[in-house]
C-alpha cells in the first residue's frame, strides 16, 4: 500500500483533468523509524536549488505527523507536503519551526490547508515581525515572486517545555536562550533518542552565527546532556550520531571566542578581526568564506561588551 | 537645520530604491543631488592627500560596515560629513572637531541598504571642501535584520565603554555606546506599523571645557555605535561623553583617559 502511494508520488498524480499536478516528491530517507528527513544542499539559496538548502521532514505517530521545518519557499514546502502524502495517510496535525531562517520556514504556507498547529519558540514572532518581508523580498529576487509565498506566524508558542503526542510517539519540544538566533526549538523524540536539533547543529557547512555565540555554547552543553542517542542536523548529514557531532561546531565557536577575546585584550579592531579570526577552521567546512567573516563580525560586537 | 537637509535627502530617494545594476551615471547624480543639499553651491574639491575614506568593498555584515576615515594632511579640520548616497537617510554623521582632538583619523560603523556610493566630506577652518569617494556593495543594512538580542539591547541601552586601540603609543581611543539605534524600518506584520525609530542623534565629547568632537549622527550608524577617535596633547583631565537619542533620553558618562591620569 504504502509502495503503492510512493510510486504515484513518483509519477507526479495529477488531481484531475485541467487541474495542476501537484509537486514532485521531495526526496526522503527515513533515518529513524517514523523519522524522514530531506537534507539539503550546501548551497546559499538559488534559483536552481529552490532554497531547498535546509535540513527538513517529518515524524509519524500513530496518530497523527508532525512536520519539523516546512521548507525554505512554498515550492520546497509543496514537495515536503507530497513526501508525507506519500507516506502515510495520517493528518498533518503539527508544523514545528525549529527557528525564523527562510530556508527553514518559509515553506509553511504550503501546509495552510492542512490546518496544522504551527509550533514556535516564544519569540519567534517579534523576529518574522522583523524580518520577515525582507526575508521574502530577498527569497523573489532570487527565486521569482510565484515560487515565493508569504510566511506564516506559529499560532502555538513555546517559552520552555512542551510534549507533542503524536499517538504512542511524544515528542519533547524544548525552547532555547538566544543561540543561534533568538528563536532556537529543538525536538527530542522520545522514542528513537534522536534529536532534531535545527540550526543549533551545524555539520559539514559552516554554522552561521545570528544570535549569542556565548549563547550558543551554553545551549550546545545542555544539549549534549540529554538522553539522545543520534541527531538531525539543520545542515549536513540527515542523521548523525549524538553528541558527538558536534564536536566541529563546539570548537569552531569556541576557537572564534578565544581568538577574538585574545585580539581584544590587545586593543585590536574589528577589521582586523574579520581578516584573521578562525583562519584555521577554513578548511574544515563548506562555505567557510561566506559566513566565516559575518561571524566574526556579530561575535566580535557582543565579545567587546564583556 | 539638519532635519532640513534630511528631508532633501529623502525627497531625492523617492525617486527609487537604488539596484545593483544601476550605472554609474545614476550614482553620480545621486551624490550631485546629494551635494547640493547638504553644501549648496559650494565648491567641492578632490580630496587627495586631504581626506581618504577606507571600507570593504563587499560588507560582509550589511548591518556593521567599518568605515575609516584617514586625514593627513597639515590643514586643521573643522568637520567631516560622512555620506551613504542610496541609504534611505544618506547623511550618516557630520563630525564638528573641536580643540582637544587630534583629527587624523576616525572610524566607526554603519548601516549600508544597497550598493552605493560613500563619501567623505572635509571642511577646513578656511571653509574650503574636500571630498573621497568610495563604491560599496552591501545590501538590506538598514531594513533587515535588527538586533540579534532585542531583550539584552534594551537592558544595555546607554551603557558605554571607552578603550585605547591601535598602537599603544598614538592616543587613539574607541567609545562604544549601547544603544538599538533602531531605523524605524521593520514592519511588524500583524499591525502593519513600522517597530517605531530610536535612534542616536547626538554623541558630544568634551574634556574639560574643550570640545573633542560633536557628532549629529542618525538611522545609518550600526547598532551599538562605535567610534574611533584621536585626541590631542597628553593631559589627565578625563573626557566627558554625552550621548542624546530620539526619544528624548539622555546618557552622560565620564572617563579617566585609558593609559593616562589615574
Same mark, same amino acid.
Request: glycine share 12%.
Given at each position: 500500500m504504502r509502495r503503492a502511494v510512493a510510486l504515484a508520488a513518483a509519477l507526479r498524480?495529477? $488531481?484531475?483533468?485541467?487541474s495542476a499536478c501537484a509537486a514532485d516528491a521531495a526526496p526522503v530517507t527515513? &533515518?529513524? !523509524?517514523g523519522i524522514f528527513v530531506r537534507e539539503g544542499v550546501?548551497?546559499? &539559496?538559488?534559483a536552481a536549488n529552490g532554497d531547498a538548502i535546509a535540513n527538513i521532514g517529518f515524524i509519524v505517530g500513530a496518530a497523527a505527523v508532525a512536520v519539523i521545518d516546512p521548507g525554505g519557499s512554498l515550492e520546497d514546502g509543496e514537495s515536503l507536503r507530497a513526501a508525507v502524502l506519500a507516506h502515510t =495517510?495520517? !493528518?498533518?496535525r503539527y508544523v514545528v519551526m525549529t527557528h525564523g531562517h527562510p530556508d527553514h520556514v518559509?515553506?509553511?504556507?504550503?501546509?495552510?490547508s492542512d490546518h496544522p498547529v504551527f509550533i514556535g519558540h516564544v519569540r519567534l514572532p517579534a523576529m518574522l515581525s522583523d524580518r520577515g518581508t525582507f526575508y521574502r523580498h530577498r527569497l523573489a529576487a532570487a $527565486?521569482?515572486?510565484?515560487r515565493v509565498g508569504d510566511f506564516v506566524m506559529p499560532t502555538i508558542l513555546i517559552e520552555d517545555r512542551a510534549e507533542l503526542d503524536l499517538g504512542g510517539r511524544i515528542l519533547e519540544l524544548q525552547a532555547h536562550g538566544v543561540? @543561534?538566533?533568538d528563536g532556537d526549538l529543538t525536538v527530542l523524540d522520545r522514542k528513537t533518542? &534522536? $534529536?532534531?536539533?535545527g540550526d543549533l547543529l551545524f555539520v559539514r557547512r559552516v554554522p552561521s552565527l545570528d544570535g549569542s555565540l556565548t549563547g550558543w555554547l551554553t545551549e550546545l552543553a545542555g544539549m549534549k546532556a $540529554?538522553?539522545?542517542?543520534?541527531a538531525v542536523p539543520? @545542515?549536513? /548529514?540527515p542523521l548523525v550520531p549524538w553528541p558527538d557531532a558536534a564536536a566541529d561546531e563546539e570548537r569552531y565557536l569556541t576557537t572564534l571566542g578565544s581568538e577574538i577575546r585574545e585580539l581584544l585584550a590587545k586593543a585590536g579592531d574589528i577589521e582586523t578581526a574579520v581578516a584573521t579570526?578562525?583562519?584555521?577552521?577554513?578548511?574544515?567546512?563548506?562555505?567557510f568564506d561566506d559566513y566565516n567573516g559575518r561571524n566574526v563580525t556579530v561575535a566580535f560586537k557582543q565579545l567587546e561588551w564583556e | 537645520m539638519k532635519r532640513i537637509i534630511l528631508a532633501v535627502g529623502l525627497g531625492i530617494l523617492a525617486l527609487g530604491p537604488a539596484r545593483a545594476e544601476e550605472d554609474d551615471a545614476v550614482r553620480e547624480a545621486r551624490w550631485q543631488d546629494l551635494r547640493h543639499a547638504i553644501f549648496g553651491d559650494r565648491k567641492i574639491e578632490d580630496?587627495?592627500?586631504?581626506i581618504a575614506l577606507d571600507a /570593504? !568593498?563587499?560588507?560582509?555584515?550589511a548591518a556593521t560596515v567599518p568605515v575609516t576615515i584617514t586625514l593627513p594632511g597639515p590643514d586643521r579640520i573643522k568637520s567631516v560629513y560622512l555620506t551613504?548616497?542610496?541609504?534611505? %537617510? !544618506?547623511?550618516?554623521g557630520t563630525f564638528h572637531f573641536g580643540p *582637544? *582632538?587630534?583629527? @587624523?583619523e576616525l572610524r566607526t560603523r554603519v548601516r549600508v541598504d544597497a550598493y552605493t556610493l560613500m563619501h567623505a566630506v572635509a571642511e577646513t577652518e578656511d571653509g574650503r571642501l574636500f571630498a573621497a569617494e568610495r563604491f560599496i556593495k552591501a545590501s538590506g543594512g538598514c531594513s533587515a535584520p535588527g538586533s540579534k538580542d532585542p531583550a539584552l539591547a534594551l537592558q544595555r541601552l546607554g551603557q558605554m565603554k571607552l578603550k585605547r586601540v591601535g598602537e599603544?603609543?598614538?592616543?587613539t581611543l574607541q567609545l562604544l555606546i549601547s544603544h538599538?539605534? #533602531?531605523?524605524? +524600518?521593520? +514592519?511588524?506584520? &500583524?499591525?502593519?506599523? #513600522?517597530t517605531p525609530a530610536r535612534f542616536v542623534q547626538d554623541i558630544k565629547v568634551t574634556r574639560g571645557d574643550a570640545l573633542v568632537f560633536d557628532l549629529e549622527s =542618525?538611522?545609518?550608524? %550600526?547598532?551599538?555605535p562605535a567610534i574611533t577617535f584621536g585626541l590631542a596633547g597628553k593631559t589627565a583631565v578625563p573626557l566627558t561623553v554625552e550621548v542624546h537619542d530620539s526619544a528624548a533620553a539622555a546618557f552622560k558618562q565620564d572617563f579617566d583617559v585609558p593609559g593616562q591620569g589615574s
Open positions: 498524480f495529477c $488531481l484531475g483533468a485541467g527515513e &533515518v529513524a !523509524p550546501d548551497e546559499d &539559496v538559488t =495517510d495520517l !493528518p498533518i518559509f515553506g509553511g504556507i504550503a501546509f495552510e $527565486l521569482g515572486r510565484e543561540a @543561534h538566533t533518542q &534522536v $534529536l532534531w536539533a $540529554l538522553p539522545a542517542t543520534q539543520g @545542515h549536513g /548529514p579570526i578562525g583562519q584555521g577552521e577554513h578548511d574544515k567546512w563548506r562555505l | 580630496g587627495a592627500g586631504v /570593504p !568593498p563587499r560588507a560582509l555584515d551613504i548616497d542610496a541609504n534611505p %537617510s !544618506p547623511l550618516a *582637544a *582632538a587630534d583629527t @587624523h599603544a603609543s598614538a592616543d538599538p539605534n #533602531y531605523n524605524g +524600518m521593520q +514592519m511588524d506584520q &500583524v499591525t502593519r506599523n #513600522y =542618525d538611522i545609518s550608524l %550600526s547598532e551599538d
